[in-house]
């Protein structure tokens, strides 16, 4: 049957990307520090009372009822004040940040990111997108045993942990990239967005619209419809980009990420919104992490396989990466100094 070549030629070549899949590098790093200062900003930089004030409807925050009793803002109940609550949560995303020992505090940024995402009363959005991608990044982080995510690794991660990470990295950029298509497209269907006058009434906005120094020129321009129109619509051209790039190969992530910056750069200046902006920014760099790294360590991080299979695929990789790293610039070991493992 002719279904059966091609059914095993997307099965070596979904094999062969498993085996030189590893995220255990800065970019992974960066990306995960970066969402955790987002999260930081929030705790540091607003009054807890402005976070948990009170909202018709809903009556007082925390809510502690249902699922949302495990987070660490109803911690203690009443026994505990709500200021070392606030600290605990610094403290645990302050960890994260710094990279120290991925391994073991992925699942307690998770647990702070929820904490503030599901407590607090007035979220922007920012704080949800930072919980899924801590959620998203927990098999992720259980793989990397580095004692900080700013190292490069030291030994070949297990087949094992290679699939689980690729299976939740695949996860992410389709979680981001769909968010970034999600609303760019829902945006045709409000009639600002169609027209091209959004930004109009946004730089004009109470709450949200420019802010000093940029508010006299902005505006000014704004008068043009011209550039009303171009940063309407560019706007939504740069979601739909950032999208599908993030879909894409390597390279193309790259450029999603370089365009991701440059969107909410250009709103962190104008509006302000610098959580969501972090947020966002730092699951794009995580989403642009290099699909492959040059294969240096030989050493096996074996969990519970077996060291010969991990160095049988770290020798592969070897054995395939005899021309420079197009991410790193460098050159991998020959496959003869792997395969003496």
């Not at 911690?75 to 004040?81: E, F, I, K, N």
């Not at 200021?83 to 995303?93: K, Q, S, T």
């Not at 109009?200 to 508010?215: A, C, E, I, K, T």
Request: proline residues 6%; charged residues 15%; contains cysteine.
């Amino acid at each position: 049957m002719q279904i059966m070549p091609a059914v095993h030629s997307l099965a070596g070549r979904l094999a062969e990307h498993t085996a030189r899949h590893d995220l255990r590098s800065r970019w992974f790093g960066v990306g995960r520090s970066v969402i955790a200062a987002a999260q930081l900003s929030v705790l540091l930089l607003t009054p807890l009372k402005a976070l948990l004030v009170p909202v018709v409807g809903m009556g007082e925050f925390p809510r502690c009822d249902s699922v949302r009793a495990a987070s660490a803002l109803c911690l203690g109940g009443d026994a505990v004040g709500a200021e070392p609550r606030r600290w605990l949560l610094i403290m645990v995303l302050l960890v994260a940040a710094s990279g120290y020992r991925p391994r073991w505090t992925v699942i307690p940024h998770a647990w702070a990111a929820y904490s503030v995402a599901v407590s607090i009363s007035v979220p922007d959005g920012g704080e949800s997108v930072g919980m899924i991608m801590c959620f998203l990044m927990i098999p992720i982080g259980l793989a990397d045993g580095r004692t900080w995510h700013w190292q490069r690794p030291e030994s070949a991660l297990a087949p094992s942990w290679r699939t689980v990470s690729l299976a939740a990295f695949l996860a992410i950029r389709v979680q981001i990239a769909y968010l970034y298509l999600d609303s760019a497209l829902s945006k045709f269907g409000v009639a600002d967005w169609a027209n091209g006058t959004a930004e109009y009434y946004f730089l004009r906005d109470g709450m949200f619209g420019v802010s000093r120094p940029w508010d006299g020129v902005l505006l000014w321009m704004s008068k043009s419809p011209l550039v009303v129109v171009s940063l309407t619509w560019g706007a939504l051209l740069i979601e739909i980009a950032i999208g599908v790039c993030l879909l894409s190969s390597g390279r193309r992530r790259k450029v999603g990420m370089v365009l991701d910056i440059v969107l909410h750069g250009s709103i962190i200046l104008t509006m302000g919104l610098w959580s969501f902006a972090l947020a966002m920014i730092g699951s794009a760099i995580v989403c642009a992490t290099p699909d492959r790294r040059p294969a240096e360590p030989v050493a096996v991080d074996s969990g519970s396989d077996t060291g010969s299979a991990a160095a049988g695929a770290w020798a592969h990789d070897a054995g395939r990466a005899a021309d420079p790293c197009p991410e790193c610039g460098a050159h991998a070991p020959p496959a003869a100094a792997v395969s003496s493992v």
